[in-house]
């Protein structure tokens, strides 16, 4: 068997472009108290489940918590979550960073389950063990501790970490995290997608700032525009032009939740020409405004 340090090393030189920030990880035993609708968060969410039973779901799928079971819900996942009676689980809460602004399950923004193993209920202990106190204190509802503010105390915790803790704590994030890759990079789709619109959805994400038109990124694919959007709908579920806002606006909620730059500045940042057309389109993606969310992830609620 791999020692630890030759696993974190082998991990790190295959997934250098990427960086995970743990916030939460906790073990927790709760009721049908945990029953929240419409939960959209700029981070990870993994859980392992070891007793009672619950559900979650969005718009496309129904997912049953079971125990002897591991449960994804990537970053900027539209989410529902219940427990009718009783539910036991380990969870982790991370932030993903890469270098190149690609998240690894950019694609794939879906529930995702897998059967857990004996080495993943370890991992999650020595998680804990080695990030005690790193639970959530104030509430589990997701709508009241998701605020900037706790984000920034998670952090320095993250900071103060020993070197050895740090790279540990990074080892066992991605073996958790590579339990889902296969299942995230595969599609629904009937065929794999080709290299030209993979190479134009980097292309996207690496340029969300810029002016991206259809006809330009026809252009680059070397395709007419119609054909262009068709092929691309076909391969990724959304016109071109529906999934570059969309990228811009889970930008745009990653910003306005880890940084304190102007509103002005991220919507610049991500492409908007024009605050009101920024407005607009954050709204229509998320069901507020920019302001009411940076004010959401702001305000400090305890209950």
Known sequence: MFSLQKTVSILIMRTFKHSLSLLHVDHVKL???WNFKNIISPYYRIYYIHDGE???WDTKSKVYLEPGFLYMIPSFTLCNMKCDN???????????DSTNGLSLFANNRSLIKEKATEWDIENFK??????PSRGIKRSNNPKIYEKSIYYREYQQLNNAQSQSEYFETQGILFQLLSKFIPLGNSHDNKSIVPSKIME???YIHLNLNKNLTVGLLAKEAGYHPDYFS?????????????????????RAQYLITTTVKSLEEIASETGFD??????????????????????????????
Request: charged share 25%; proline share 3%; glycine share 6%.
């Open 274 to 303: 024009g605050m009101a057309y920024f407005f607009r389109t954050f709204r229509r993606f998320t069901g507020i405004t920019p302001t009411k969310y940076r004010l959401q992830t702001k305000v400090d609620i305890i209950i």
């Open 86 to 96: 009783h539910l036991a689980q380990y969870f982790v809460q991370f932030f993903e």
């Open 126 to 131: 020595r998680l804990l063990a080695i990030n």
């Open 230 to 250: 068709r092929v691309f709908e076909r391969y990724t579920g959304d016109r071109p032009i529906a999934y570059i806002n969309e990228k811009r606006i889970e």
């Open 31 to 33: 009721d049908k108290r």
């Open 54 to 56: 619950g559900w979650l």
């Open 200 to 202: 134009t959805v980097n």
